[in-house]
């Protein structure tokens, strides 16, 4: 539905932009432009942004869609789908116990990756659902409706 199906092609090189891109252009560049920015929780901006925010800000900027402010009404915008049948441009939710609401979330860019505004220290970033700090804490994934 958003984006292509096809796998996240991974380079192992320093850990940058370059290490995932989708066959999405598009989703690329908003990527390349995004990736470091600071965290801040309630941000919208460049200047700093959460991860809701982050979130309606790509599904806006590449796919002309829109998404609610909170990750929780994000959730209700999805249907509820397998890990095996995750999509680039699907959302991932997570259980948070930093976030004072309890939820995280990011944008599903295939291979495991998925792209989201972390915390205050990592801010916007790649990270794979592999990781164990992810795996733990996955609460489900969606696709918006």
């Known amino acids: 539905m958003l984006g292509t199906t096809s796998m ?19 989703l690329n560049k908003f990527m390349e ?6 965290y801040k929780l309630g941000g919208k901006t460049e200047k700093g942004i959460d ?7 790509l599904y806006k900027d590449v796919y002309n869609k829109e998404l ?5 009404k994000q959730w209700e915008q999805t249907e509820r789908i397998k890990k095996d049948s995750l999509q680039i441009g699907d959302l991932v939710f997570f259980r948070s116990r ?3 609401s309890g939820w995280h979330t990011g944008v599903y860019i ?6 989201h505004a ?9 990270s ?3 990781e164990p700090r992810y795996k733990v804490s996955i609460r489900g994934y969606g696709r918006l409706k």
Request: net charge positive; with cysteine.
């Open 8 to 26: 996240a092609q991974t380079k192992k090189t320093t850990g940058g932009f370059e290490d995932v891109l989708t066959t999405d252009t598009i």
């Open 33 to 38: 432009h995004w990736i470091g920015k600071p």
């Open 98 to 100: 930093v976030s004072p």
């Open 68 to 72: 609610q402010n909170v990750a929780y």
């Open 118 to 126: 972390a915390n205050r220290y990592e801010g916007v970033k790649v």
């Open 110 to 115: 295939g291979n495991t990756y998925f792209i």
């Open 51 to 57: 991860c809701s925010q982050f979130n309606k800000r």
């Open 128 to 130: 794979t659902l592999e």
